[in-house]
């Protein structure tokens, strides 16, 4: 089969990418010819596709003239299209494997794919077909008042906390969707990497019959378990430093619980979180360690005693969660979004009120009630159907 696997990072950024990236590498071990189409940035790693690329615009480093270019790139790109068509014709794919698409280089490529009658599908990596700021989250708190296309509500409620960012999003929104339709007019399935986010499109007025499963997965590195008797006195908490990932409200159970925090990680809220930790004064039970990868993040993990997830926003479906799981870590995760899902009470692991130290703390301390041996080897098998080459079959299943 000849895939074409798109993606506007062609590095590894997140969770997108690293599955991006996985798909792309055993689909070729597999004997299936694959392309890429991406942005151009420094980072990317080496591809035969390259001359395809879209031009880079950055959001967060570019000046003035990226800062100009946005809007329209957002909305509609014609290079991005021009570019698309382009590879359409010289590799001929017989599918397409769509994973984050927008802004860098927006939907206006999808046309191409329907004008040659090629199929496509698509990942839900995020909420960015319901929801303007894609994370269903604003000023705080859960947010669903724009389902069902009610977009107006992203400038009402400055989801951008700048008027001239939210404008630009709800024009987005409403040019897609309403004015275009060029997401259900151009798009074959939709795959869903949790029950929750099905139900969310579904909600949304997206077709539930077009819309797959296929759980995010767990690469064979993690796949080595750390048994509970070598674990170290501390909880761990890995991924990125944002307040959606109600980091906070781990910082404040500490202040009421006794264990000893590990923070992995880095992002917007880091300053924010350190200055807590300050003013708390538990500067000995909260260590902010920075952003880890390989064998020390393995080796972190590994000797944790727990990882927590607590998330305040509707979480997806991290990729931590099966990483985690898969080592015989037990999970504490906010009862929000998709983790409630992976994560059972009691089983493999504990759930606890979204934004709520106090329930967080009290959860904590069941772990010196919990046969910990016990609960890790359950953790490790309710990881078990999320392999990557579990995940992977599915996939396939779908492509056929």
């Excluded at 987005?172 to 399935?189: C, G, P, Q, T, V």
């Amino acid at each position: 089969m000849k895939i074409l696997q798109v993606n506007k990072f062609n590095y590894l950024r997140g969770g997108a990418e690293r599955a991006f990236l996985a798909i792309s590498e055993q689909l070729e071990k597999d004997g299936h010819e694959v392309a890429r189409f991406c942005m151009q940035h420094p980072k990317n790693l080496p591809s035969p596709w390259s001359k395809y690329f879209v031009s880079r615009l950055s959001f967060n480093e570019g000046g003035l003239k990226d800062k100009l270019k946005a809007p329209f790139r957002i909305i509609y790109s014609t290079e991005a299209r021009r570019l698309f068509a382009k590879l359409l014709d010289d590799f001929k794919p017989d599918i397409i494997h769509c994973h984050n698409i927008y802004h860098q280089l927006s939907p206006s490529i999808l046309p191409e794919a329907r004008k040659r009658k090629i199929p496509v599908v698509m990942h839900l990596w995020d909420y960015k077909l319901v929801c303007p700021n894609y994370k269903l989250f604003t000023h705080n708190e859960p947010c669903t008042r724009c389902l069902g296309g009610k977009y107006g509500n992203c400038l009402k409620y400055r989801c951008f906390n700048s008027f001239s960012k939210s404008l630009v999003a709800t024009l987005e929104m409403f040019i897609h969707h309403k004015l275009l339709n060029i997401y259900k007019a151009n798009i074959d399935r939709y795959i869903a990497p949790c029950q929750f986010m099905k139900n969310i499109c579904t909600q949304a007025k997206f077709p539930e019959n077009k819309i797959d499963l296929v759980y995010n997965f767990y690469t064979p590195e993690f796949d080595r378990e750390a048994p509970q008797e070598q674990c170290e006195d501390y909880l761990l908490y890995f991924g990125r430093l944002a307040k959606e990932k109600g980091v906070e409200t781990l910082i404040r159970a500490a202040k009421i619980g006794k264990e000893t925090i590990k923070i992995v990680g880095d992002g917007p809220e880091l300053a924010n979180l350190e200055t807590i930790v300050k003013e708390l004064k538990i500067e000995d039970k909260v260590k902010f360690l920075g952003w880890k990868h390989g064998e020390d993040l393995t080796n972190i993990i590994n000797h944790a005693k727990a990882v927590i997830i607590p998330s305040v926003w509707y979480e997806n479906n991290p990729f931590v969660l099966s990483e985690s799981l898969i080592k015989g870590k037990i999970v504490i995760g906010s009862a929000i979004g998709g983790i409630s899902e992976i994560i059972k009470d009691g089983d493999n692991g504990f759930i606890f009120k979204p934004g709520s130290p106090v329930d967080l703390a009290s959860v904590i301390a069941k772990l010196s009630l919990t046969d910990l041996n016990l609960m890790s080897k359950r953790a490790r098998a309710s990881a078990q159907p999320y392999a990557f080459l579990k995940q992977y079959e599915n996939l396939l299943k779908i492509y056929n």
